[in-house]
């Protein structure tokens, strides 16, 4: 018999760490680039860690141009409205928002007013090793998915203030996979009946976003730094609402979701296959970024069927 009945892995004891006890590789272990190694392995009782399994993908420059300037205009938008593609002010819309969104918007704000960008990025190395050591370890959910949210925003001001010749780091690659990971494993698979619809669906909408940019960011650092993108399938089934119209949409637009009961749910893959046959007529600004990083086109680029007939409605 093993001498010990702990599940954790040895690193996580040592270090008196909570371990998700992932096989052959824990989350800590893996961001950490350690050797894991238990006592007793686990039970298969957790989604397993997607195979690392990666495809090399080149795109166009004037693709990799629009994702740089796309992902790199989210500061800038979140220090003016404390809104982006992926975080939605509504959502603390009965409170103040997060620590770790603040904290970070105050650095947005700076990095914006402050000419030498370059004053600014102690700061934010700072601020991205605490997000990065409190991800590991969050008290809820909604605390991982701020410190998530504020991670990402941190690191396209990095990401796209880094002289172009500096090396490419794995550590941040592994950092953003981890992230996007992380979130999908953990997300709750039942929200509380407190949120109203608006709220339920801002959450829910909230989570699938994070983890998208936070793909994407991986695959456009890559792009920048070694002139091809790095996908792999787990990315591809990452589930899509086609109501994307919803993320601006006022209140008094929610009275009309609650009385329809269609199946908008579709893979990421399939809804950028759909996107990319061009069977979507004005693509809004976020599909137009998911499109560049999952499929290596812009919209210019889709051959538009001629008839007006065949646009499929999101919304």
């Not at 969104?101 to 370059?118: E, G, M, P, S």
């Not at 994307?244 to 199946?263: C, H, K, N, R, Y």
Request: proline letters at 8%; one cysteine or more; hydrophobic letters at 40%.
């Amino acid at each position: 018999m093993p001498p010990t009945l702990r599940r954790s892995c040895q690193g996580c004891i040592r270090r008196r760490r909570r371990c998700d006890r992932l096989w052959p590789t824990c989350s800590r272990c893996h961001t950490r680039g350690k050797r894991c190694e238990y006592a007793n392995i686990p039970l298969p009782t957790t989604v397993p860690w997607p195979l690392r399994l990666e495809i090399r993908k080149n795109f166009e420059p004037r693709v990799i141009t629009f994702l740089t300037s796309g992902l790199g205009s989210y500061p800038a938008s979140f220090a003016r409205s404390m809104k982006t593609h992926f975080i939605h002010p509504d959502l603390w819309s009965h409170g103040s928002p997060p620590a770790p969104i603040r904290d970070v918007r105050a650095l947005c704000q700076l990095h914006a007013t402050n000419a030498d960008k370059a004053t600014v990025l102690p700061s934010l190395l700072h601020r991205i090793s605490i997000l990065a050591r409190h991800i590991s370890n969050p008290s809820t959910f909604e605390d991982l998915l701020a410190s998530s949210q504020a991670l990402l925003v941190a690191q396209c001001m990095v990401i796209f203030s880094e002289d172009p010749s500096s090396p490419y780091s794995d550590s941040v690659s592994d950092m953003l996979f981890s992230l996007g990971h992380n979130l999908w494993q953990q997300a709750p698979i039942q929200l509380s009946s407190s949120l109203s619809p608006q709220q339920a669906w801002l959450f829910g909408e909230s989570v699938r976003r994070t983890i998208i940019v936070a793909f994407m960011l991986r695959s456009v650092y890559s792009l920048t730094k070694r002139n091809f993108a790095l996908r792999t399938p787990f990315v591809d089934a990452l589930p899509f609402d086609r109501r994307t119209a919803l993320w601006d949409e006022t209140i008094d637009t929610w009275t009309v979701v609650l009385q329809d009961s269609g199946d908008w749910m579709v893979s990421l893959h399939g809804y950028t296959g759909i996107l990319e046959t061009g069977h979507v007529h004005a693509i809004p600004e976020f599909e137009q970024f998911i499109l560049a990083a999952c499929r290596g086109r812009t919209v210019d680029m889709i051959p538009y069927p001629a008839s007006p007939y065949s646009t499929l409605v999101t919304l």
